[in-house]
C-alpha cells in the first residue's frame, strides 16, 4: 500500500505505535470501568485517609493525594476520549452500513456527520416536518405519507 494511502495519524505516528496505544487504551478503559477498579480506588482512598495522623494531616498529605489524583485525571481523559472516538466511528460505520443496505433508505445520508451545521438544520427541519404530518395523518386515522426513504433530502 502507498504511504499516501493510509490515514494520516498512523503516517505520522506509525500504525505499530498506533495500535499498541489503541490495545492499550481500551484494556485501561476497561479495566477501570470495573468495580474491582472502583473497589482499588475507595483502598487508596482510605489508606490515605490512615496515613494522616502519620504526617499530621500536613500539606504534603493533602498535596499526595491531589497529585495522584490530578495526574490520573489527566491521563484518563485522553484514554477515555481515544475509546470513545473508536466507539462513535464504529457505531457511525454501522449505521452507515445499515442506511446503505436499506433499498429505500437515502444514501446521501451515509456521510452526514461531515456536513455542515446550516446543511443538517436544514435536514432536520425537513425530518421534523415529515414527522409532524405523519403524526397528524396518524390522529386522523388517514393512511401514512410517503415515507421519508422516497423523497429526495
Known amino acids: 500500500m502507498k504511504n499516501r494511502d493510509r490515514p494520516k495519524l498512523e503516517r505520522l505516528v506509525g500504525a505499530r505505535l498506533l495500535g499498541g496505544f489503541q490495545k492499550f ?3 485501561v478503559v476497561r479495566a477501570s470501568g470495573h468495580p474491582m477498579a ?3 480506588a475507595l ?3 482510605f489508606i490515605w485517609l490512615l496515613t494522616g495522623p502519620l504526617f499530621h494531616f500536613g500539606n504534603t498529605w493533602l498535596l499526595v493525594i491531589d497529585t495522584v489524583g490530578n495526574l490520573i485525571t489527566f491521563l484518563m481523559i485522553f484514554l477515555i476520549r481515544n475509546a470513545q472516538n473508536r466507539e462513535s466511528e464504529a457505531v457511525q460505520l454501522k449505521l452507515d452500513e445499515l442506511i446503505r443496505a436499506t433499498n429505500s433508505a437515502h444514501n446521501a445520508l451515509l456521510d452526514i456527520e461531515e456536513l455542515s451545521e446550516a446543511d443538517l ?5 425537513r425530518f421534523e416536518r415529515l ?3 405523519a403524526r397528524e395523518d396518524s390522529v386522523a386515522g388517514r393512511p401514512a405519507a410517503a415515507s421519508p426513504a422516497t423523497q429526495p433530502v
Not at 438544520?121 to 427541519?125: P, V
Open 25 to 27: 487504551a481500551r484494556t
Open 121 to 125: 438544520d436544514r435536514i432536520k427541519a
Open 43 to 45: 483502598a487508596i482512598i
Open 131 to 133: 414527522a409532524k404530518v
Open 38 to 40: 472502583f473497589g482499588l
